[in-house]
């Protein structure tokens, strides 16, 4: 995974039960959100990186945000005290009033308040971990065989270079376990191999996931707004690789892009619908959207409240569930062909959320040193939250939606839309 998904072991963590809860953060109401997810996952209900550049830590004072950005209505308070868990961020509101959380009862939109000042909001960023390079050879045999080898055997995507013959063989085989398969859709967007030509990915980081797409025949490109992810990334990429600044730079031409690729980005942009809007400008007709991003109604919000890693305050500004995601994007000019819950990162939001609860910071968002018993809860988890969803339940960790652009890509044949083809190649049908 390319965005805040961190994956590997936790930090020295004991039973997540023993030692002290964090006490920093409450619920604002009398209502706290407890571990009752057995019985309440269906019900219950709540009333997931880029930088924007290298700038100096937030001194300004932040701007109040009591206005849902969807449908304009007040907002009510859900979690108040809040501090930055991950980085260290020095920001806070007006005065050193920690931050809190909003949720729009009409819409159920979660936002920052007070919102950091645009211009600030690149503090928020400076030990984030897009600064850090991330070694494709790093990667072990069995990461290489679900996020390389299960599209290429399950979704038709070309072997990547250098597979060898126990990667290929271990991929046939993981490609049996419907969790693994959901892994490996999230390692290529869930992009159909039917649709490949050139690619925008916005907040492309380090470049791994365009490096990966490159490799199964994507014509590539990304964003990246802050300086020094931005520089990893081309390096990486190399110079045939084109990395804008921004969404705005103008180098990317309207209509020139046949997807465009959003991971745990837009919850991070202070203005979610108008950075839709230019994705859809830059899409060619007939070009899908695919957007990825912290569920709020996910079993781990409902598990951990206050502690759960993906409210990620000062930098996640605004929130979704499916019905918010999906209204933005429809409110973007998109129409809508599929919209989901991927549980793909349960285990690791467990294990996240757990630390952040027991001792109130988890620096760099590292999780490390998984104690067994932890590690069998965090399967668990994982498993739990992956039959709800089967079971009809929008519980997963983020939200997917995946969106079009009307008109007709050129070369199609008259009277079949593309939009329809790729709903067809989205659920499986054919290209």
Request: glycine share 8%.
């Given at each position: 995974m390319h965005r805040d998904e961190r994956r590997g072991g936790a930090t020295a963590d004991d039973r997540r039960h023993g030692g002290p809860q964090d006490t920093a953060s409450r619920p604002a109401t009398d209502t706290q959100l407890v571990r009752k997810t057995t019985a309440e996952a269906g019900e219950s209900s709540?009333?997931?990186?880029?930088g924007f550049g290298d700038t100096p830590q937030v001194t300004e004072a932040a701007e109040v945000a009591n206005a849902c950005a969807l449908c304009g209505?007040?907002?009510a308070t859900l979690y108040e005290g809040l501090e930055d868990r991950l980085f260290?961020?020095?920001?806070?509101?007006?005065?050193?009033?920690?931050?809190?959380?909003?949720?729009?009862?009409?819409?159920?939109?979660?936002?920052?308040?007070?919102?950091?000042?645009?211009?600030?909001?690149?503090?928020?960023?400076?030990?984030?971990?897009?600064?850090?390079?991330?070694?494709?050879?790093?990667?072990?045999?069995?990461?290489?065989?679900?996020?390389?080898?299960?599209?290429?055997?399950?979704?038709?995507?070309?072997?990547?270079?250098?597979?060898?013959?126990?990667?290929?063989?271990?991929?046939?085989?993981?490609?049996?376990?419907?969790?693994?398969?959901?892994?490996?859709?999230?390692?290529?967007?869930?992009?159909?191999?039917?649709?490949?030509?050139?690619?925008?990915?916005?907040?492309?980081?380090?470049?791994?996931?365009?490096?990966?797409?490159?490799d199964f025949g994507w014509e590539v490109a990304g964003v990246e707004p802050d300086a020094a992810a931005r520089t990893g990334a081309e390096n990486r990429l190399g110079p045939d690789v084109a990395v804008a600044p921004s969404l705005d730079d103008d180098s990317l031409a309207p209509g020139s892009f046949d997807a465009i690729t959003l991971s745990h980005v837009i919850e991070h942009v202070p203005d979610p619908v108008a950075t839709?809007?230019?994705?859809?400008?830059?899409?060619?007709?007939?070009?899908?959207?695919?957007?990825?991003?912290?569920?709020?109604?996910?079993?781990?919000?409902?598990?951990?409240?206050?502690?759960?890693?993906?409210?990620?305050?000062?930098?996640?500004?605004?929130?979704?569930?499916?019905?918010?995601?999906?209204?933005?994007t429809r409110d973007a000019g998109f129409g809508i062909h599929q919209v989901s819950t991927p549980g793909s990162s349960a285990h690791f939001v467990w294990q996240a959320s757990a630390l952040i609860e027991r001792n109130g910071k988890l620096p760099g968002a590292r999780v490390r040193g998984v104690s067994p018993a932890s590690w069998i809860e965090s399967i668990a988890f994982w498993m739990l939250e992956l039959a709800l969803i089967r079971l009809g339940r929008s519980v997963g960790e983020e939200v997917l939606v995946v969106g079009a652009k009307a008109g007709e890509k050129a070369g199609e044949k008259a009277g079949e839309r593309t939009e329809e083809k790729a709903a067809r190649a989205i659920e499986g049908v054919g290209p």
């Open positions: 709540l009333a997931s990186r880029r209505r007040p907002g260290d961020a020095a920001a806070t509101g007006p005065g050193g009033v920690p931050w809190s959380l909003l949720t729009c009862e009409s819409c159920s939109l979660v936002w920052l308040d007070p919102m950091p000042p645009r211009e600030a909001i690149g503090a928020l960023y400076d030990r984030y971990y897009t600064h850090e390079d991330d070694d494709p050879t790093d990667a072990s045999l069995l990461e290489r065989a679900v996020i390389r080898g299960i599209p290429a055997v399950r979704m038709g995507y070309p072997e990547p270079p250098a597979t060898d013959t126990i990667e290929r063989l271990l991929a046939r085989a993981l490609a049996l376990v419907p969790p693994l398969r959901e892994i490996a859709e999230h390692a290529v967007m869930w992009l159909p191999v039917a649709r490949r030509g050139r690619l925008l990915d916005v907040g492309c980081g380090s470049g791994a996931f365009l490096e990966r797409m490159r839709l809007r230019r994705c859809h400008e830059l899409l060619a007709p007939g070009g899908l959207l695919v957007c990825v991003t912290p569920n709020t109604r996910s079993l781990g919000a409902r598990a951990f409240g206050a502690s759960w890693l993906h409210w990620d305050p000062p930098r996640h500004l605004h929130l979704f569930d499916t019905a918010t995601l999906e209204r933005a």
